[in-house]
């Protein structure tokens, strides 16, 4: 790193990457993130002590960082000087390169001019982004709802469906099934909310919540022509695809994804994403299921 490649910044461990604290100080790691309460500072004081560190290579990685402390300046820019419009044109963009269409039976997208219901929570409120060290803030945020009421879809009406982090509500579902009586097609928004994938955590399934699944269940047996908006990171199980004609998946699209998925679902861009994962019927198929 420092020879071959000439480098002359400074090498972070990840959080909690760190094995060996006096041997990744020798190999070139000023920084060990995040703190250990002490405990790799007195490796590093007995490895000066026993002589397995030369207290003179030390000194070198505290010059190094040093070196990055005082030397490197934040960019100098104000908010006028950024384009966030245009940024946020460029989001939109890449979140419509992205998502995927997974079905479209009988021509059922475009929606044209058919009367549409909206149903489902991530309609209004996208989920567009994961958790942790990836959290961003969005100069602005659009949604999929407000973004198909500005392209003139005929919208009935917009129905939550489901509480979002689970757990049953028949009122939020019988609104939906009533709703969705009184539209030629029915857009369902679905997915993974934010507390289901997270780093540091491994999800212990790959179903969606059981009140959104019952939502469609219900939904299948009064309309025929439902399409599935899905949002999520990873992989999840699709028990109900065979009851559905269209499916489109968003993953996390970032703060232009609402416009790009009424662009999706009006046929104004061609959703030409692929998936990057191979997806399994059911999570027991999975070699490396626990079960």
């Known amino acids: 790193l420092y020879g071959e490649w000439q480098y002359d910044g400074v ?27 002490g405990i790799t500072d007195e490796e590093i004081v007995e490895a000066v002590q026993s002589g397995e560190l030369e207290e003179s ?10 070196t990055l402390v ?23 963009e890449a979140a419509k390169k992205s998502m995927v269409l997974l079905k479209n039976e009988e021509d059922i997208l475009p929606i044209g001019d058919a009367s549409v219901a909206i149903i489902g929570d991530f309609a209004t409120t996208p989920r567009y982004q994961g958790a942790g060290s990836s959290l961003i803030n969005p100069t602005k945020l659009d ?34 099934l009533q709703l969705a009586k009184h539209a030629d097609k029915v857009v369902v928004f679905l997915g993974l909310d934010e507390g289901s994938e997270a780093e540091g955590i491994d999800r212990n399934t790959m179903e969606l919540p059981d009140n959104q699944l019952e939502l469609i269940n219900e939904l ?10 899905l949002s999520g990171g990873a992989v999840i199980e699709l028990p109900f695809v065979n009851q559905v004609k269209g499916m489109v998946h968003g993953y996390l699209g970032g703060q232009g994804s609402g416009k790009a998925i009424a662009d999706i679902l ?22 490396s299921a626990p079960y």
């Open 11 to 37: 090498v972070v461990t990840d959080w909690g990457g760190n094995n060996d604290r006096v041997k990744g100080l020798i190999a070139g790691n000023q920084l060990e993130m995040p703190s250990s309460g």
């Open 57 to 66: 290579l030390l000194d070198q990685r505290v010059s190094e960082l040093l």
């Open 70 to 92: 005082f030397e490197t300046m934040p960019p100098q820019l104000s908010k006028g000087e950024v384009d966030l419009e245009a940024h946020h044109t460029k989001a939109q």
């Open 143 to 176: 949604n999929a709802l407000e973004a198909l009421q500005e392209l003139g879809v005929n919208i009935v009406g917009y129905s939550q469906g489901f509480k979002r982090y689970g757990g049953r509500s028949n009122k939020l579902k019988t609104e939906a």
């Open 220 to 229: 299948a047996k009064i309309h025929s022509s439902i399409i599935v908006v």
């Open 266 to 287: 009006t046929v104004k861009t061609n959703p030409s994403g692929r998936l990057a994962e191979t997806y399994p019927l059911r999570y027991e198929d999975v070699p």
